[in-house]
């Protein structure tokens, strides 16, 4: 700011004196009640001195600058911009370290009283850090994957497709992954899934796969970030022929009734009969044939615990007589799958996921690569999900021998693609949910889906 040149010695350092205390109120360094103060006394003196001093005067003051608004909680650095492809950490979006929350709903009939309950309301500020690690992980997804939408094109091959979400990640969460240990500081929960057309899940390119998206490809998008092992799981659609838009629809319209009807002390078995009724309504035509959506039955939804993407609870996604209850404090990924072929998946195509068993037995291994391959996938996953892709970029080279010794002794789990019959299209959507004590939180949700 600068001073006023005001005729005289004694008006020289009341102007200062007044110019310095207006700083500090500015940078938040004198509280509100002295600010008061200041304003009144400069009020008094406009009103003594009849005004301000006249435009041309000598000694006449400058124009002061206003002040720019305070930054709202999860608003982000307008100064600071994302890049495309994005490579800004968010961390540096928003320098407060304060996140946007999810999409918030109220828990309805029994448990409504939980929105205003003190006890509960204080349970969840106890959860501020463990809330705000999610809300990172959910702004690192939304912004990789409405950059993915906009850019992903037929003609691309899944190679560039999968490294350009993933190195994406990366550079958001602030961890290449590449040092031990990194990876499990944050990066990616769970490896691209890019699987197209009557592949369901699972399916992401191994190296020197040569797959081209082509134009009536329906390809489903499946990624999780995660902080601190707080895994984002969240999954898409996309399609660039408008015949299966109704496919879409089918199942987007199933995955919101999922998570409308979820909550604590709700029975899984009556999300999923709610789910498969919206889901079933639909039809599409494709080729002049009617054809219903059908929800897979053979798959579902699952909780999430910490560094690990299932927990051991799942969400059916048609009708059952599960009677197992959501319970506060869980963590879920609520997701659906239509298909246009029987509605049913088999173990298909060459396996690229995998993971480490939380319980995977202590058993002597023999083969001294997969003793070393165990000890990479310890260091650098934990117990994260990761592909094949993941052992190339750290330098692993012939690890398949040692790979499928590790799944045999049941240390490593498999997760091979799943796929209906051949000539079906499947879509896919998907969300993370916290069942927090007072609200239901969709943290994943964005102005896209």
Not at 35 to 45: L, P
Not at 192 to 219: E, F, R, W
Not at 234 to 247: C, E, G, I, R, W
Not at 321 to 347: C, H, L, Y
Request: proline fraction near 4%; hydrophobic fraction near 30%; charge should be neutral.
């Amino acid at each position: 700011m600068n001073i006023p040149k005001v005729v005289g010695a004694l008006a020289h350092i009341y102007s200062v004196n007044r110019s310095e205390t207006k700083n500090a109120i500015s940078n938040g360094h004198i509280s509100s009640v002295s600010a008061k103060a200041e304003n009144d006394d400069s009020d008094k003196d406009k009103d003594e001195d009849g005004g301000n001093i006249e435009a041309g005067a000598p000694g006449a003051a400058k124009k002061k600058k206003k002040r720019k608004p305070k930054k709202k909680k999860g608003e982000a650095d307008d100064s600071k911009t994302q890049t495309a492809p994005p490579r800004v950490p968010v961390s540096n979006l928003f320098p407060c370290g304060e996140y946007p929350e999810g999409e918030i709903a109220e828990y309805r009939n029994e448990n409504s009283y939980r929105t205003t309950n003190e006890e509960k309301r204080q349970l969840d500020r106890m959860n501020k850090d463990f809330l705000n690690e999610y809300r990172q992980g959910a702004e690192v997804h939304r912004q990789v994957r409405q950059w993915a939408q906009k850019n992903i094109k037929p003609g691309q091959s899944l190679t560039e497709i999968a490294e350009g979400i993933e190195d994406s990640v990366r550079a958001l969460t602030g961890h290449q992954g590449l040092e031990e240990g990194d990876n499990i500081k944050g990066g990616m929960g769970f490896p691209t899934g890019l699987s197209i057309n009557h592949c369901a899940a699972h399916y992401t390119p191994n190296a020197g796969n040569k797959t081209i998206l082509q134009q009536d490809d329906v390809m489903k998008v499946d990624f999780g970030a995660h902080v601190n092992g707080r895994i984002v799981d969240s999954a898409f659609t996309m399609t660039f022929n408008p015949v299966y838009d109704n496919l879409l629809a089918a199942v987007k319209d199933a995955t919101n009734t999922g998570i409308r009807e979820a909550g604590i002390d709700v029975r899984v078995g009556d999300i999923g009969a709610a789910i498969q009724e919206a889901m079933e309504s639909y039809e599409v035509e494709i080729k002049g044939q009617s054809l219903p959506v059908k929800s897979i039955r053979n798959l579902n939804g699952h909780d999430i615990v910490q560094y690990s993407i299932h927990g051991g609870k799942s969400v059916p996604i048609v009708k059952s007589n599960d009677q197992t209850k959501m319970e506060e404090g869980e963590i879920f990924a609520i997701e659906t799958f239509g298909s246009t072929g029987k509605g049913f998946v088999r173990d298909d195509m060459e396996t690229s996921h995998y993971a480490k068993r939380a319980d995977a037995p202590n058993v002597a291994l023999r083969i001294s690569s997969a003793r070393s391959l165990l000890n990479t996938i310890t260091k650098n996953f934990g117990t994260l999900p990761f592909c094949r892709r993941y052992l190339d970029r750290l330098g692993h080279d012939k690890y398949l021998l040692g790979l499928n010794n590790l799944v045999s002794s049941g240390i490593i789990e498999a997760y091979p693609p799943l796929c209906d019959v051949k000539g079906s299209h499947t879509a896919q959507f998907e969300h993370t949910i916290l069942m927090r004590p007072t609200v239901k939180e969709v943290i994943s949700r964005g102005d896209d889906y």
